[in-house]
């Protein structure tokens, strides 16, 4: 036996030993009670989220209601400079991503006052979510969640400010 026999046989049960693999994970899933969905939904996963974890979940018009009364702290949980480039007026840039990195959450969302609605890009971004569960979980219950963020918000050709705070 030569040496490109032996190497392609090789190649070969290596390609049967990852379909046989793979079939039997296959078939795990598709048995099991748990499965892993093989296609998601990503436009209403953060969504199912929030009410999964029983945070308010804010729509549009409540949103423009909270920005003429200032009844709401509104909170841009995007990075700096997404924030820079334009964000819902009065928002406080609070990126998630600083938050998870350093542990720590700002003393002005900790602060008794307003309660928090947090947003970030768009229906599929879930630093928002994170972000407002972070603060929950500190203690403060009047935390909501506005999924549509920059996206629903610049679609409807509402009014944004730029520049950092």
């Known amino acids: 036996m030569n040496k490109n026999n032996s190497a392609a046989d090789t190649a070969k049960k290596i390609l049967w030993l990852i379909l046989a693999a793979v079939l039997l994970a ?13 296609v998601e939904d990503w436009g209403s996963r953060v969504e199912v ?5 029983g945070i308010a979940l804010v729509q549009l018009p409540e949103m423009i209601e909270f920005l003429r009364d200032n009844s709401r702290l509104l909170v841009d949980a995007r990075p700096a400079n997404e924030y820079a480039r334009g964000h819902i007026p009065g928002a ?18 900790l602060r008794a006052g307003p309660g928090q609605v947090f947003y970030c890009s768009g229906p599929e971004c879930d630093d928002g979510l994170l972000l407002a569960i972070a603060v929950r979980e500190t203690g403060r219950d009047d935390v909501a969640v506005f999924i549509g963020g920059m996206e629903l918000w610049g ?9 950092a705070e």
């Open 26 to 38: 296959a078939g795990v899933n598709w048995i099991h009670p748990k499965r892993i969905a093989w």
């Open 49 to 53: 989220n929030v009410v999964r974890e």
């Open 92 to 109: 406080v840039s609070v990126p998630f991503e600083v938050v998870a990195m350093d542990g720590v959450i700002p003393i002005e969302l």
């Open 155 to 163: 679609s409807e050709l509402l009014a944004f400010e730029e520049g």
